[in-house]
C-alpha cells in the first residue's frame, strides 16, 4: 500500500536524509540499488526535480543510460547499517543487492523503477537532463574526491567524474 504525498512537505526531510545515505535505484536487465550522499531536490523548468551524481565507472550509470528512470528511497528512521553495507561497498555487476541486502522491493506507479519498502519515502523520476561532468570546471576545494592516483574500480573516492542526471518528480509517496 502507498500513500501518496506532497513533496513540498516532506523537503527537511528529504535534504537532512541525503548526507546520511538514501538509495538510488535503477533497473535495466535487473535492479540495482546504490547508496548515495550527494543529491538535491528543487525545481528546474517548472518541475520538481530530483539532481543525482553518479560516477562514470559505476554500474548504476550504464542502468541509466540504458533506462533513463530512476527512484530514490529514503528511509524514515535512520539507515539500515546492512543495506548501507551492502549497497554503498558492492557492485550490483557482481552482487544481487535484493538478496545480499534483503531488499522488499515495491513495484512502481509510473516509472518502471521499483521502490525500497526498507527505506518508504519513494520519489519516481525520469531523466529530462544529463550532463558529463568536466574535472577542470570543479573548484579546487572540492578536487579531493576525485584523486587521480586511486583506481576507478575503487567504491570509495576514485579519479572519476560524475555524470549529472537531472530527473523530473513522476510521483511521490511513502509505502506503508
Given at each position: 500500500m502507498k500513500k501518496k504525498i506532497d513533496i513540498s512537505e516532506y523537503g527537511n526531510q528529504i535534504i537532512q536524509a541525503i548526507p546520511k545515505g538514501v538509495l538510488l535505484n535503477s533497473k535495466d536487465q535487473k535492479f540495482n540499488a546504490m547508496i548515495i550522499g550527494w543529491g538535491g531536490i528543487g525545481t528546474n523548468w517548472g518541475l520538481p526535480v530530483f539532481t543525482i551524481y553518479v560516477r562514470e565507472g559505476r554500474f548504476t550509470r550504464q542502468q541509466l543510460d540504458q533506462n533513463p528512470a530512476f527512484t530514490i528511497s529514503i528511509p524514515m528512521e535512520g539507515v539500515h547499517p546492512e543495506i548501507a553495507r551492502v549497497c554503498g561497498t558492492?557492485?550490483?555487476?557482481?552482487?544481487?543487492?535484493?538478496?545480499?541486502?534483503?531488499?522488499?522491493?515495491?513495484?512502481?506507479?509510473?516509472?518502471?523503477?521499483?521502490?525500497?519498502?526498507?527505506?518508504?519515502?519513494?520519489?519516481?523520476?525520469?531523466?529530462?537532463?544529463?550532463?558529463?561532468?568536466?574535472?577542470?570546471?570543479?573548484?579546487?576545494?572540492?578536487?579531493?574526491?576525485?584523486?587521480?592516483?586511486?583506481?576507478?574500480?575503487?567504491?570509495?573516492?576514485?579519479?572519476?567524474?560524475?555524470?549529472?542526471?537531472?530527473?523530473?518528480?513522476?510521483?511521490?509517496?511513502?509505502?506503508?
Open positions: 558492492m557492485s550490483g555487476r557482481q552482487v544481487d543487492k535484493v538478496s545480499e541486502a534483503g531488499l522488499t522491493l515495491e513495484a512502481p506507479e509510473m516509472n518502471g523503477v521499483p521502490g525500497v519498502k526498507e527505506y518508504p519515502l519513494t520519489l519516481e523520476c525520469r531523466v529530462i537532463y544529463r550532463q558529463e561532468q568536466k574535472l577542470d570546471l570543479y573548484a579546487d576545494k572540492v578536487m579531493n574526491y576525485y584523486p587521480q592516483d586511486v583506481d576507478s574500480e575503487n567504491t570509495g573516492a576514485n579519479k572519476d567524474p560524475h555524470v549529472m542526471y537531472i530527473g523530473e518528480i513522476v510521483d511521490a509517496y511513502i509505502i506503508e
